[in-house]
């Protein structure tokens, strides 16, 4: 069973930064891809950003050059560096993890707890 836990949301005032940290309970080489999600009760889930196979980062339209996504593979550790945030960021934020099979059509999906992002205008 893949855990994964979420720490680093608070409250921040518009502007400012904060850094998101998933930590997996096993190693995460052995994930095909990790990254975060966003979700407002409004809106659906989005996606922020992923690393793909260990090393190959995409990010989501809201990320616009503000947010970075790392990793350190000792730690088990994904992180999410966000800066320049806007109220609009406000979201509970996932972290995800997916791991394929050996049959290309099996893929299994993780997700953490959730971690409230709050940006104060």
């Known amino acids: 069973q893949v855990q994964l836990v979420e720490s680093g949301g608070g409250l921040v005032q518009a502007g400012g930064s904060l850094k998101l940290s998933c930590r997996a309970s096993?190693?995460?080489?052995?994930?095909?891809?990790m990254g975060w999600y966003r979700q407002t009760p409004d809106k659906p889930r989005e996606l922020v950003a992923v690393i793909v196979r260990g090393s190959n980062s995409r990010y989501g339209d809201s990320a616009n050059g503000r947010f970075a996504i790392s990793k350190d593979n000792a730690q088990n550790t994904v992180y999410l560096q966000m800066s320049a945030l806007k109220p609009e960021d406000t979201a509970v934020y996932y972290c995800?993890?997916?791991?394929?099979?050996?049959?290309?059509?099996?893929?299994?999906?993780?997700w953490g707890q959730g971690t409230q992002v709050s940006v104060s205008s």
């Open positions: 995800y993890a997916l791991r394929k099979g050996v049959a290309e059509e099996d893929e299994y999906d993780y």
């Open positions: 096993e190693s995460i080489a052995s994930f095909y891809a």
